[in-house]
Structure formats: C-alpha cells, structure tokens
C-alpha cells in the first residue's frame, strides 16, 4: 500500500511516517513538502530505521508522486501561532489544502483522503463540496479528542489510561461533545462523580488552549503522529473496531452533509460505517449546534 504524506517536512506530517515505519505492515511511504532540504533530513533519517519495522520503502518525492496513491495524509498547514481557537487558521490553511487538492482531482487521485490540517470539520465540509468526491474517501483526523477525554478520565479515576474506554463527538474544537455515558473502565460501565466529572472535562476541553499558550511553536506531533498513522493501518488492515473520524454525515446523528466526529468502521474503500452511539438531548442539541457553526465556517470559504 502506497502512503503519501503531504506536508511530510512538518511535525505532525514526518510523524505519521515515523509511526508507520514502526508497524509490520509493508507500505510504500512518500513524504512530499516544498521545503526540500527538510524533507531529504528526514528521509535520510527515516531511511536508518526502515530495517526496524514492515515498510518496505520511504523516499521524498513531489505531488506527481502523490496521484497513485492509496491514501494520502494530508497534514500540510501554517505554523501554529498564540491563539485559543484552530478556526484562525481557516482562510490560510484552506489556501494551502485547495491548492493541493485542486492537483490532486487534476492528476486523477482515487485514493482515500486522510485531512489532518485544522480546522479539519468545515474543511472537509469544504473539500466535499469543492471536489465532489465521495464520503467514503473523506476522512478527517479527530482521534485526539477521545484520547485527551480517556486521558482525564484515567487521571480522575486513579487508574492507567488503558483501562479506560470512551467516545468524543461532535467538532473537533469547541463543540466537541464529551459522551459519558461511553464511558468503560476494563470493559464495565463506570459512574463519574460530579467532581471527577468536572476534571476529565477540564482537561479534555482546555487541553488545545493550555499547549498553544505555552508557546513552544509545535502542535501535537507525537500523539498525531502515533493516531494518524494507526488511521492509516485501520484502512489497510481492517477489522470491526470503530475508529473516530470526522466524515460527511448523511442524516447521522440528524445532519446531513457536514463532517463532524464519530465512530466509524474503516476499511480498505475508507468509510464503511458510521456508528451513532445513543446520546442524551443535551448532547444531541450541543452535537447539532456545532454542525450548525461548521457550515456557517464551511460557508466563508465558499463565499470567497
């Protein structure tokens, strides 16, 4: 399987191919960025550990190279700056995914799309539309926000993060809905307290403001990278395990047409299945607000 990673020379992006090198499974990687020099340290340095994993080969190349692939992971982006939302980035990164996406549908892509840059909700809202390219082949990366959800509660809870199961739906960003009542611990539901409660929700939601305010001018390249690429190995080697993405919802969760997260059954074609876990009224009305916000973002760029 042919994996090409655009905007490889970032963190998140030449993470996704380190994580990948680490699996047995034999893909071709191609790690694509206009920034040359980066891109040949990386492959040089990524080319040391390729006898230590399954992939049977990872070079530099250009967006021709691109147009054969299986899957394409898109983490291309502006560089992260102080900020407390991702939707500042949404003029400028969709600048940078249009362009590649127009070269993409103009060199004849029939892979699957795998959209890590933010915000990931109305820009592939924004890409469906632009493209017309089926939903099945539109992916969006949210794993992070189920993780960050599973991480607070661990902590509330005293126990390792492990043992904990649960589901985050919604937006990727400020509408991200928190389901509880996914909530497992080793496979049993579990009761929070109101004020375990509180801690898995105050880590979860203000995990994204407290990182960018420290100013260090790096994203989440580790836990991207490790979540990225095991999105990739959920579609090349598939089983029944639901993997959370944001994808083109038609009437799931009652909304039609807009890319919000859920947890989806990947397979070879992509999206196989949406699953719609059961929510309470809060949290479907908190759910459809946010799809309301990511067309009224999806709307801007169209408008422009």
Known sequence: M?????????????????????????YEIVVIDNRDNMIVSHVMDLQDALSLGGATSVVGGVMADAMDADIVVLSAAVPLTLNTSRDVYLRDNARIVGE????LVAGGFAGILILMTNPVDPLLTWVARRTGWT???????????????RTGIAQALGVAPQRVS???????GAGAVQVFSSVTLDGKPVELTTEQRAHALDYAQNWYVRHVA????????????????????AIARPTATPFPASIILDDEYTVTGISSSAPVVLGAQGLLSVIEIPLTTEEQAQFVEAAQKIDELTRVLEGE
């Open 2 to 26: 042919k994996v090409a990673v655009i905007g490889g020379a970032g963190g998140i992006g030449s993470s996704v191919a380190f994580n990948l090198l680490r699996t047995d499974h034999p």
């Open 135 to 149: 939903r099945e082949r539109l992916l969006g990366y949210t794993l992070n926000d189920t993780q960050r959800f």
């Open 214 to 233: 420290l100013d260090s001018g790096r994203t989440s390249t580790w836990s991207s990278g490790i979540g990225g690429a095991l999105m990739v190995d």
């Open 166 to 172: 649960c589901w985050v739906v919604g937006e990727h």
């Open 100 to 103: 590649i996406v127009d070269q």
